[in-house]
Nanobody
Framework: QVHLVESGGGSVQTGGSLRLSCVAS????????AGWFRQTPGKEREGIAS???????TYADSVKGRFTISKDSGKNSWYLQMNTLQPEDTAMYYC??????????????????WGQGTQVTVSS
């Protein structure tokens, strides 16, 4: 079983930045895909960023141009740089990994492992 641990959440004001990190406890397959999702109470989990083994990325329209996903396969880690944060970005953020990558995806059903979540709160 692979465990994912997120860090980097917190509270910022509108326009601020945060960088989320996710580390896998054990070696996932080296060609893993990584993703970031977020969820607010009463809403479905939303895929916001994904990166595949080759470094291709995709983003939800809501974060495109503001958020950047990156990955360090050697460290079994990936990151989400979040800039120009807005109150509507307030959510619990989850990292996820697909063990054998089939390309970028914002569909949560594709992912095998999930972190416990880290809260991001953006105040106006």
């Amino acid at each position: 079983q692979v465990h994912l641990v997120e860090s980097g959440g917190g509270s910022v004001q509108t326009g601020g930045s945060l960088r989320l990190s996710c580390v896998a406890s054990d070696n996932t397959h080296k060609n893993f895909c990584a993703g970031w999702f977020r969820q607010t109470p009463g809403k479905e989990r939303e895929g916001i960023a994904s990166i595949d083994s080759g470094g291709d990325t995709t983003y939800a329209d809501s974060v495109k141009g503001r958020f950047t996903i990156s990955k360090d396969s050697g460290k079994n880690s990936w990151y989400l740089q979040m800039n120009t944060l807005q109150p509507e970005d307030t959510a619990m953020y989850y990292c996820a990994a697909e063990d054998y990558c089939h390309g970028v995806s914002l569909d949560q059903i594709r992912y095998d492992y999930w972190g416990q979540g880290t809260q991001v709160t953006v105040s106006s």
